[in-house]
């Protein structure tokens, strides 16, 4: 206490009398009047909140400002969190704090310098990068003498070394992050210490269930941690700054267990996809693709470990969730990116045919059919591998086939994967290839009464909507509207559940087309117009066509002839 008191004391410029110590000496000047005290840096000092514990209690006039990377803990306390300054949203965006003052601290070291237009890119890069953090940013500015600025945002990025300074009339906690760092890490216990290391793999966050897996640690450590300013924490997931992160993962390959961590992570989270792998093929997938959205950095890191290093039981777990995630979460590319670049790895079947049959359903959902057709024509003979894989291999072949007119070909490997799908029991499969058949069939087979049979009591809503769609497209071509409307309102309400903006602007179109048909004008009216309004959002001109001529021939039964041309022309034009 008293040496804390006495740089005080030498900070104000205060005189300390014979008779007193330099505490009552703190006392005797503050007394008198109102004061404010500004402490900066308390996590560095010992039992501080005592100290101004004690202060606050002999001067009731004194106002404590402190600053510190935890709280003091004191009852009388109030609280106020401070992070980064205001970050650019994108390239152009230079009206911001965090630029004004990297660009401020650039002038200084180079008079030269100014914010223009080229330049601009790499200052709000750089100021994202660090997250707007005023200590990081003057430390990049300090390059500014030797380096232009796109070579500055090349060295700093991702790059905490790079963030310090020789300056002489700097503290030496301020000339690095890590010497900024290095005096809240040391003050942390040895456990504390080893769960912010860890937290270094969580890229995103991570949820109080994956801290306790992944880290082994308790929400009390978490706790610690978040009030101690190296992590944050909002409805139940925490974070961590950029830069707290680098440092952080330094500290792990000094500890010589990032190993053991990277193995942990990687075990966690794809077993959660493969713990996930009924809800997504459920009643209610969306819980499941809210949970695993946050955790898509994640996810892809542990399963480039996985790959890395052989656990192919466990991708080949995983790999089902992991396509039913990018598909219905919109996210077909990125999906499509990551088995491309897992295929490079992975040449051993029967995992690669996984990864190879895989790959080319998100192909063909992205309409890629010239590598759709590359990939199955690289298989081996369907009769030389799993019977399971030639299931997939011929659902494949015939969905290509009809997207190429080759419907005799197609009907043949649709009739093939029936038969693979009644032996291996695969309901999914089963269902699709005779809708399909149904179809090729021009809407005369046998198969109608099994889809009917089997469609109310599937479990996969996402697999149901499509067969509800199927069924309501089967009835209306026999003129039984009734029997369309209800199937495609079935359907709506599912898609409506899973947020399918697609499938509900499809099945509103098709109730449309029935609702006029049943003479229910305004019902179809309205129909139309959600229709219309969910494909302009998707930027779907094609099916908006289909609406326009639905709409023109609805105004034409309810003699609104010349609104039922206008409608007509515009989906023409």
């Known amino acids: 206490d008293e040496l804390v008191a006495e740089a005080i004391l030498q900070a104000c410029g205060w005189q300390i009398r014979?008779?007193?110590t330099t505490f009552s000496a703190i006392v005797r000047y503050l007394h008198p009047n109102p004061a404010l005290l500004v402490l900066d840096n308390l996590e560095h000092l010992p039992r501080m909140a005592d100290f101004v514990l004690r202060l606050l209690t002999a001067v009731p006039n004194l106002t404590v400002l402190a600053t510190s990377r935890h709280q003091l803990g004191l009852q009388r306390e109030v609280v106020r969190h401070l992070h980064g300054l205001p970050i650019p949203h994108d390239e152009r965006d230079v009206a911001v704090p965090s630029v004004a003052l990297l660009t401020e601290r650039m002038q200084r070291v180079n008079s030269g310098f100014r914010l223009t237009t080229a330049v601009a890119p790499h200052v709000t890069r750089i100021c994202r990068a660090l997250e707007g953090w005023p200590l990081a940013l003057e430390l990049a500015a300090s390059w500014a003498e030797l380096m232009d600025v796109p070579a500055i945002a090349t060295q700093v990025v991702g790059n905490i070394t790079a963030l310090q300074?020789?300056?002489?009339d700097l503290p030496t906690r301020h000339r690095s992050i890590s010497a900024a760092l290095s005096g809240s890490f040391a003050l942390l216990a040895p456990n504390q210490q080893r769960v912010l290391a860890r937290f270094s793999l969580l890229r995103g966050g991570c949820t109080n269930e994956a801290a306790e897996k992944v880290l082994t640690t308790t929400n009390g450590e978490m706790g610690v941690l978040v009030r101690r300013s190296l992590l944050y924490e909002h409805d139940g997931r925490?974070?961590?700054?950029?830069?707290?992160?680098q440092f952080a993962l330094d500290k792990l390959a000094q500890m010589g267990e990032q190993a053991a961590a990277e193995r942990d992570h990687a075990q966690y989270y794809l077993g959660l996809l493969i713990a996930l792998?009924?809800?997504?093929?459920g009643p209610h997938p969306l819980t499941a693709i809210r949970q695993l959205r946050p955790e898509r950095e994640n996810i892809y890191r542990a399963w480039h470990w996985a790959v890395e290093h052989g656990r192919y039981e466990w991708l080949t777990a995983a790999l089902p969730s992991m396509l039913r995630f990018y598909s219905m979460a919109g996210l077909l590319r990125e999906g499509e990116m990551l088995l491309r670049e897992t295929r490079t790895a992975v040449t051993q079947p029967p995992f690669a045919h996984d990864l190879l049959l895989t790959h080319t359903k998100l192909c063909l959902s992205l309409g890629s059919y010239d590598t759709v057709r590359a990939l199955l024509v690289s298989l081996p003979p369907l009769?030389?591998?799993?019977?399971?894989?030639?299931?997939?291999?011929?659902?494949?072949?015939?969905?290509?086939?009809?997207?190429q007119?080759?419907?005799s070909e197609s009907r043949r490997h649709y009739e093939q994967a029936v038969t693979l799908a009644r032996a291996l029991n695969r309901q999914a499969p089963l269902l699709t290839s005779l809708m399909e058949l149904h179809i090729l069939s021009d809407y005369q087979t046998p198969y109608l009464a099994e889809v009917l049979a089997l469609a109310d009591g599937l479990r996969d809503h996402?697999?149901?909507?499509?067969?509800?769609?199927?069924?309501?497209?089967?009835f209306i071509r026999d003129y039984d509207y009734h029997q369309a409307r209800d199937f495609w309102q079935k359907g709506l309400v599912i898609a409506l559940e899973l947020e399918n903006e697609y499938g509900t602007a499809t099945l509103y179109n098709n109730l449309g087309d029935a609702l006029r048909e049943l003479g229910e004008f305004a019902a179809a009216e309205n129909a139309f117009a959600q229709a219309m309004s969910r494909y302009k959002s998707l930027h779907n001109t094609a099916f908006t066509m289909n609406v326009l001529e639905g709409r023109a021939r609805l105004c034409a039964l309810r003699g609104y002839y010349e609104q039922a041309i206008t409608l007509a022309q515009e989906g023409v034009d």
């Not at 300074?165 to 002489?168: A, I, K, N």
């Not at 792998?277 to 093929?281: A, P, Q």
């Open 18 to 20: 014979p008779d007193e």
């Open 165 to 168: 300074t020789t300056m002489p």
């Open 238 to 245: 925490y974070t961590i700054h950029e830069l707290i992160r």
């Open 277 to 281: 792998e009924d809800d997504l093929h």
């Open 383 to 403: 009769e030389n591998i799993a019977p399971h894989h030639q299931l997939e291999a011929h659902y494949l072949w015939g969905h290509l086939c009809i997207v």
């Open 405 to 407: 007119n080759r419907v």
């Open 462 to 474: 996402w697999l149901q909507q499509r067969v509800y769609t199927f069924l309501g497209g089967v």
